[in-house]
Protein backbone atom coordinates (compact mmCIF):
# COMPACT_ATOMS: atom_id res chain seq x y z
CA UNK A 1 0.00 0.00 0.00
CA UNK A 2 2.76 2.59 0.71
CA UNK A 3 4.36 1.63 -2.74
CA UNK A 4 1.28 2.49 -4.31
CA UNK A 5 0.72 6.08 -2.25
CA UNK A 6 -2.09 5.20 -0.02
CA UNK A 7 -1.13 7.22 3.12
CA UNK A 8 -0.30 6.20 6.33
CA UNK A 9 -3.41 7.08 7.80
CA UNK A 10 -5.81 4.18 4.90
CA UNK A 11 -2.96 2.14 6.10
CA UNK A 12 -2.83 1.87 9.33
CA UNK A 13 -6.98 2.03 9.58
CA UNK A 14 -6.44 -1.29 6.71
CA UNK A 15 -4.09 -2.45 9.50
CA UNK A 16 -6.41 -2.30 12.34
CA UNK A 17 -9.29 -3.92 9.95
CA UNK A 18 -7.32 -6.76 9.43
CA UNK A 19 -5.95 -7.08 12.81
CA UNK A 20 -9.79 -7.10 14.11
CA UNK A 21 -10.60 -9.82 11.27
CA UNK A 22 -7.84 -12.31 12.37
CA UNK A 23 -8.06 -11.95 15.85
CA UNK A 24 -12.06 -13.93 15.20
CA UNK A 25 -11.88 -15.74 11.72
CA UNK A 26 -9.30 -16.97 9.47
CA UNK A 27 -8.22 -14.58 7.01
CA UNK A 28 -7.42 -17.41 4.35
CA UNK A 29 -11.30 -18.74 4.25
CA UNK A 30 -12.92 -16.06 2.71
CA UNK A 31 -16.55 -17.52 3.72
CA UNK A 32 -15.78 -17.30 6.84
CA UNK A 33 -14.70 -13.75 7.06
CA UNK A 34 -17.93 -13.14 5.65
CA UNK A 35 -19.93 -14.94 7.75
CA UNK A 36 -17.84 -12.96 10.51
CA UNK A 37 -18.87 -9.30 9.14
CA UNK A 38 -22.23 -10.22 8.20
CA UNK A 39 -23.15 -10.99 11.96
CA UNK A 40 -21.28 -8.69 13.72
CA UNK A 41 -23.98 -6.17 15.01
CA UNK A 42 -22.39 -3.01 13.73
CA UNK A 43 -23.33 -0.64 11.13
CA UNK A 44 -23.02 -1.56 7.07
CA UNK A 45 -20.36 1.49 6.94
CA UNK A 46 -18.32 -0.28 9.43
CA UNK A 47 -19.08 -3.75 7.70
CA UNK A 48 -18.40 -1.93 4.52
CA UNK A 49 -14.65 -0.69 5.48
CA UNK A 50 -13.71 -4.04 6.89
CA UNK A 51 -14.87 -5.36 3.28
CA UNK A 52 -12.25 -2.87 1.48
CA UNK A 53 -9.57 -3.51 3.96
CA UNK A 54 -10.03 -7.69 3.62
CA UNK A 55 -10.56 -6.99 -0.07
CA UNK A 56 -7.03 -5.32 -0.17
CA UNK A 57 -5.33 -8.49 1.62
CA UNK A 58 -7.04 -10.86 -0.88
CA UNK A 59 -5.50 -9.06 -3.94
CA UNK A 60 -2.18 -9.45 -2.17
CA UNK A 61 -2.52 -12.83 -1.58
CA UNK A 62 -4.42 -13.68 -4.57
CA UNK A 63 -7.03 -14.74 -3.00
CA UNK A 64 -10.47 -15.54 -4.80
CA UNK A 65 -13.52 -13.64 -2.90
CA UNK A 66 -16.55 -11.98 -3.82
CA UNK A 67 -17.09 -8.85 -1.82
CA UNK A 68 -20.42 -8.39 0.15
CA UNK A 69 -21.95 -4.85 -0.44
CA UNK A 70 -22.75 -2.92 2.23
CA UNK A 71 -24.00 0.63 1.67
CA UNK A 72 -23.07 3.87 4.14
CA UNK A 73 -26.12 4.26 5.93
CA UNK A 74 -27.52 7.90 5.29
CA UNK A 75 -28.29 10.15 8.16
CA UNK A 76 -27.48 13.57 9.05
CA UNK A 77 -24.81 15.12 11.43
CA UNK A 78 -25.65 15.71 14.90
CA UNK A 79 -23.85 19.22 16.32
CA UNK A 80 -22.66 20.41 19.38
CA UNK A 81 -23.10 23.61 20.72
CA UNK A 82 -20.19 26.23 20.66
CA UNK A 83 -20.37 26.52 23.90
CA UNK A 84 -20.02 22.54 24.49
CA UNK A 85 -17.10 22.88 22.59
CA UNK A 86 -15.84 25.80 24.62
CA UNK A 87 -15.93 23.66 27.89
CA UNK A 88 -13.80 20.68 25.99
CA UNK A 89 -11.06 23.36 24.73
CA UNK A 90 -11.15 24.82 28.30
CA UNK A 91 -10.45 21.63 30.19
CA UNK A 92 -8.32 19.92 28.23
CA UNK A 93 -4.39 20.29 28.57
CA UNK A 94 -2.32 23.09 27.11
CA UNK A 95 -1.29 21.33 24.42
CA UNK A 96 -4.40 19.13 23.26
CA UNK A 97 -6.18 22.58 24.01
CA UNK A 98 -4.40 24.13 21.57
CA UNK A 99 -4.63 21.50 19.06
CA UNK A 100 -8.97 21.29 20.23
CA UNK A 101 -8.45 25.04 19.25
CA UNK A 102 -6.92 24.48 16.09
CA UNK A 103 -9.79 22.09 14.83
CA UNK A 104 -12.78 24.24 15.37
CA UNK A 105 -11.19 27.44 14.43
CA UNK A 106 -9.79 26.15 11.12
CA UNK A 107 -11.89 23.08 10.56
CA UNK A 108 -8.96 20.57 10.23
CA UNK A 109 -9.46 16.82 9.70
CA UNK A 110 -7.27 15.42 12.37
CA UNK A 111 -4.44 13.91 10.15
CA UNK A 112 -4.04 17.56 8.33
CA UNK A 113 -3.51 18.90 12.06
CA UNK A 114 -0.87 16.19 12.89
CA UNK A 115 1.03 16.70 9.45
CA UNK A 116 1.10 20.69 10.16
CA UNK A 117 4.73 21.46 10.02
CA UNK A 118 6.05 25.06 11.53
CA UNK A 119 6.06 26.52 7.58
CA UNK A 120 2.36 26.29 7.24
CA UNK A 121 1.77 28.24 10.52
CA UNK A 122 1.60 31.98 8.96
CA UNK A 123 2.32 33.94 11.93
CA UNK A 124 1.86 37.70 10.02
CA UNK A 125 -0.77 37.05 8.33
CA UNK A 126 -2.31 34.76 10.82
CA UNK A 127 -3.60 31.76 8.77
CA UNK A 128 -2.65 28.12 8.67
CA UNK A 129 -2.04 26.28 5.42
CA UNK A 130 -2.23 23.32 6.02
CA UNK A 131 -1.50 19.81 3.39
CA UNK A 132 -5.31 18.97 2.43
CA UNK A 133 -6.36 15.17 3.40
CA UNK A 134 -8.33 12.99 0.79
CA UNK A 135 -6.72 14.85 -2.02
CA UNK A 136 -8.87 17.39 -1.83
CA UNK A 137 -8.18 21.73 -3.19
CA UNK A 138 -5.41 23.21 -1.13
CA UNK A 139 -6.81 26.51 1.37
CA UNK A 140 -5.47 29.02 3.67
CA UNK A 141 -7.73 29.37 6.92
CA UNK A 142 -7.30 32.40 9.11
CA UNK A 143 -6.65 32.01 12.47
CA UNK A 144 -7.78 34.02 15.61
CA UNK A 145 -4.94 36.30 17.32
CA UNK A 146 -5.44 34.78 20.64
CA UNK A 147 -4.62 31.41 18.97
CA UNK A 148 -1.70 32.49 16.74
CA UNK A 149 -0.52 33.84 19.95
CA UNK A 150 -0.34 30.30 21.52
CA UNK A 151 1.34 28.53 18.41
CA UNK A 152 3.88 31.38 18.82
CA UNK A 153 4.79 30.50 22.47
CA UNK A 154 4.55 27.06 21.42
CA UNK A 155 7.19 27.33 18.26
CA UNK A 156 9.76 29.16 20.34
CA UNK A 157 9.26 27.16 23.51
CA UNK A 158 9.89 24.21 21.82
CA UNK A 159 12.73 26.02 19.75
CA UNK A 160 11.29 24.29 16.47
CA UNK A 161 12.51 25.04 12.88
CA UNK A 162 10.61 25.69 9.69
CA UNK A 163 10.38 22.37 8.61
CA UNK A 164 9.82 20.49 12.00
CA UNK A 165 6.41 18.96 12.71
CA UNK A 166 4.23 21.61 14.59
CA UNK A 167 2.94 18.76 17.57
CA UNK A 168 6.23 16.77 17.17
CA UNK A 169 5.13 12.79 17.16
CA UNK A 170 1.73 13.89 16.92
CA UNK A 171 -0.42 11.24 14.80
CA UNK A 172 -4.46 11.30 14.59
CA UNK A 173 -5.08 7.53 16.08
CA UNK A 174 -2.93 9.33 19.42
CA UNK A 175 -4.79 12.81 18.99
CA UNK A 176 -8.57 10.91 19.05
CA UNK A 177 -7.47 8.42 21.73
CA UNK A 178 -6.18 11.42 23.92
CA UNK A 179 -9.59 13.47 22.82
CA UNK A 180 -11.58 10.70 24.03
CA UNK A 181 -9.92 9.80 27.72
CA UNK A 182 -10.29 13.60 28.46
CA UNK A 183 -13.61 14.24 26.88
CA UNK A 184 -15.05 10.89 28.91
CA UNK A 185 -13.31 11.94 32.22
CA UNK A 186 -15.12 15.18 31.90
CA UNK A 187 -18.75 14.06 31.16
CA UNK A 188 -18.04 11.82 33.66
CA UNK A 189 -17.32 15.10 36.42
CA UNK A 190 -19.82 17.56 35.34
CA UNK A 191 -22.46 14.67 34.90
CA UNK A 192 -23.51 15.42 31.60
CA UNK A 193 -23.89 12.83 28.97
CA UNK A 194 -23.89 14.72 26.19
CA UNK A 195 -20.11 15.75 26.12
CA UNK A 196 -19.40 11.94 25.93
CA UNK A 197 -21.37 11.89 22.39
CA UNK A 198 -19.31 14.80 21.15
CA UNK A 199 -16.98 13.59 18.42
CA UNK A 200 -13.29 14.64 17.26
CA UNK A 201 -14.59 15.65 13.82
CA UNK A 202 -17.64 17.86 15.31
CA UNK A 203 -15.16 20.83 15.95
CA UNK A 204 -14.90 20.47 11.73
CA UNK A 205 -18.31 20.28 11.70
CA UNK A 206 -18.96 23.31 13.95
CA UNK A 207 -16.80 25.20 11.50
CA UNK A 208 -18.46 24.11 8.22
CA UNK A 209 -21.84 25.03 9.80
CA UNK A 210 -20.66 28.34 11.23
CA UNK A 211 -18.93 29.37 7.72
CA UNK A 212 -22.43 28.34 6.25
CA UNK A 213 -23.90 30.51 8.22
CA UNK A 214 -21.57 33.53 7.97
CA UNK A 215 -21.03 33.39 4.11
CA UNK A 216 -24.10 32.09 3.10
CA UNK A 217 -22.87 30.46 0.10
CA UNK A 218 -21.45 26.42 0.06
CA UNK A 219 -19.42 27.12 -2.48
CA UNK A 220 -17.41 28.99 -1.17
CA UNK A 221 -17.20 26.83 1.90
CA UNK A 222 -16.37 23.96 0.13
CA UNK A 223 -13.52 25.45 -0.88
CA UNK A 224 -12.65 26.50 2.92
CA UNK A 225 -13.06 22.93 4.55
CA UNK A 226 -10.91 21.21 0.91
CA UNK A 227 -13.76 19.36 -0.25
CA UNK A 228 -14.10 18.09 -3.39
CA UNK A 229 -17.58 18.29 -4.15
CA UNK A 230 -20.54 20.54 -3.53
CA UNK A 231 -22.72 17.36 -2.34
CA UNK A 232 -20.30 17.18 0.92
CA UNK A 233 -20.50 20.38 2.01
CA UNK A 234 -24.17 20.34 1.29
CA UNK A 235 -24.98 17.81 4.24
CA UNK A 236 -24.42 20.39 6.41
CA UNK A 237 -27.09 22.60 5.31
CA UNK A 238 -29.48 20.80 7.58
CA UNK A 239 -27.57 22.48 10.53
CA UNK A 240 -28.51 25.82 10.15
CA UNK A 241 -31.37 28.15 9.02
CA UNK A 242 -30.87 30.02 6.03
CA UNK A 243 -33.39 33.48 6.09
CA UNK A 244 -34.88 33.56 2.90
CA UNK A 245 -33.36 37.25 1.68
CA UNK A 246 -33.82 39.18 -1.18
CA UNK A 247 -30.42 38.57 -2.19
CA UNK A 248 -28.00 35.99 -3.75
CA UNK A 249 -24.50 35.84 -2.65
CA UNK A 250 -21.55 34.40 -4.48
CA UNK A 251 -18.04 34.23 -3.89
CA UNK A 252 -15.11 34.66 -5.77
CA UNK A 253 -11.15 33.58 -5.36
CA UNK A 254 -9.95 34.78 -8.36
CA UNK A 255 -9.98 37.48 -10.73
CA UNK A 256 -11.75 35.27 -13.51
CA UNK A 257 -14.47 34.39 -11.15
CA UNK A 258 -14.99 38.10 -10.11
CA UNK A 259 -15.14 39.47 -13.66
CA UNK A 260 -18.09 36.61 -14.07
CA UNK A 261 -20.27 37.20 -11.42
CA UNK A 262 -20.10 41.31 -12.54
CA UNK A 263 -21.33 40.60 -15.65
CA UNK A 264 -24.15 38.85 -14.16
CA UNK A 265 -25.43 41.47 -12.26
CA UNK A 266 -23.36 41.19 -9.26
CA UNK A 267 -21.99 44.10 -6.71
CA UNK A 268 -18.70 43.29 -4.50
CA UNK A 269 -19.61 43.69 -1.21
CA UNK A 270 -16.58 42.84 1.15
CA UNK A 271 -13.19 40.66 1.20
CA UNK A 272 -13.25 37.92 4.23
CA UNK A 273 -10.86 35.15 4.41
CA UNK A 274 -9.34 35.96 0.93
CA UNK A 275 -12.64 35.79 -0.34
CA UNK A 276 -14.23 38.18 -2.24
CA UNK A 277 -18.11 38.50 -1.76
CA UNK A 278 -20.57 39.32 -4.08
CA UNK A 279 -24.40 40.25 -3.94
CA UNK A 280 -27.21 40.71 -6.34
CA UNK A 281 -31.16 41.14 -5.81
CA UNK A 282 -33.24 37.68 -6.51
Same mark, same amino acid.
Given at each position: MKSDNKSDYTINATRKALNRLAEHT???????VKIYIANLTTSDSYKKNLCIAYNTYCKHYHIEWKMPKYSQEAK???LP? %???LEILIANAKKL #??? /??QLSMEAGL %???ELCRLK????? #??? /???NPTTAKRGNPRTLPLTANLTSKIQEHIIRQS??????LFTGADPDHYGKQYRQMRNRLALKLKDPSIHTIRLYDF?????TKKLYDINNPYTVMILMGHKKLETTMKYMHLMNLDDDEWTVAGATTAKEASNLLEHGFQYQTTIEGIQLFRKRK
Amino acid at each position: MKSDNKSDYTINATRKALNRLAEHTSLSEPEAVKIYIANLTTSDSYKKNLCIAYNTYCKHYHIEWKMPKYSQEAKNTALPT %RQKLEILIANAKKL #LSM /KLQLSMEAGL %RPVELCRLKVKDID #LDH /KTVNPTTAKRGNPRTLPLTANLTSKIQEHIIRQSLNPNDQLFTGADPDHYGKQYRQMRNRLALKLKDPSIHTIRLYDFRHYFCTKKLYDINNPYTVMILMGHKKLETTMKYMHLMNLDDDEWTVAGATTAKEASNLLEHGFQYQTTIEGIQLFRKRK
